[in-house]
């Protein structure tokens, strides 16, 4: 498991995969990243921290994932990023947080005072295809709701079920409303979510100028930040 690793290109940062209780929705039907979750806080700190103690703070930026949300860390590793971000200078943050946890962002922003980008995976701004088949969890949601809390959405192509006009629909509405977007190429795992390999061509054929759009960050596979 590679927990620390750097992003070289367009926005410059380092990334930190790290360890927290199980996600809270849990209930998205194509993950299965379930694996790096423990209820054991303790045991989640000591892995954590030792990710910490890798930051270099040579960018200025830094990322938080983990499989969940932010929310879902130890105390004790939250702590330690706090003093982990002043200690190297980093003035901006991204972390990730699923729509329930949005009356709580703004407490996080103010806890880590500077400049954070607080990305969310909807996969979709489709309700048909997001709610009823990918059992997102955020209900019949607008883009100005969302912004309301989300600077950066997280889309997922490649799913057998989508359509070719809802993936265009999706890139224009997140290239037209927010400043950041993730695009994720769907890669098939234990779920019955299955990747439509003929989308996958189709998509890498027709948005390939997405790896150079600074707009966008783009995964066509879903190791490609360096960790995982």
Request: proline fraction near 1%; include cysteine.
């Amino acid at each position: 498991m590679e927990r620390y690793s750097k992003i070289i290109s367009k926005t410059r940062r380092e990334i930190l995969l790290l360890k927290g209780a199980p996600c809270k929705w849990g209930k998205c039907t194509f993950c299965d990243y379930i694996d790096d979750n423990a209820e054991d806080q303790t045991s989640n700190h000591d892995v954590n921290i030792g990710v910490i103690e890798q930051v270099t703070g040579e960018y200025g930026v830094l990322e938080v994932i983990n499989s969940g949300n932010i929310f879902e860390l130890p105390k004790e590793t939250l702590d330690a990023l706090k003093q982990c971000i002043d200690a190297k200078g980093i003035h901006h943050l991204f972390f990730e947080a699923h729509w329930i946890y949005r009356e709580h962002i703004q407490r996080m922003r103010d806890f880590f005072g500077i400049k954070v980008t607080v990305k969310t995976g909807i996969e979709s701004f489709d309700y048909e295809f997001r709610e009823k088949v990918l059992n997102k969890g955020i209900g019949n949601t607008t883009i100005d709701e969302i912004k309301k809390y989300f600077d950066s959405v997280c889309l997922m192509v490649g799913i057998k079920g989508q359509t070719k006009l809802g993936i265009q629909q999706d890139i224009d509405l997140a290239k037209k409303h927010f400043k950041h977007f993730t695009v994720n190429v769907y890669v098939n795992n234990s779920t019955t979510i299955q990747q439509d390999p003929k989308l996958v061509q189709w998509f890498e054929e027709k948005y390939w100028w997405l790896d150079t759009d600074t707009q966008c960050d783009i995964l066509w596979n879903n190791t490609d930040f360096g960790v995982g």
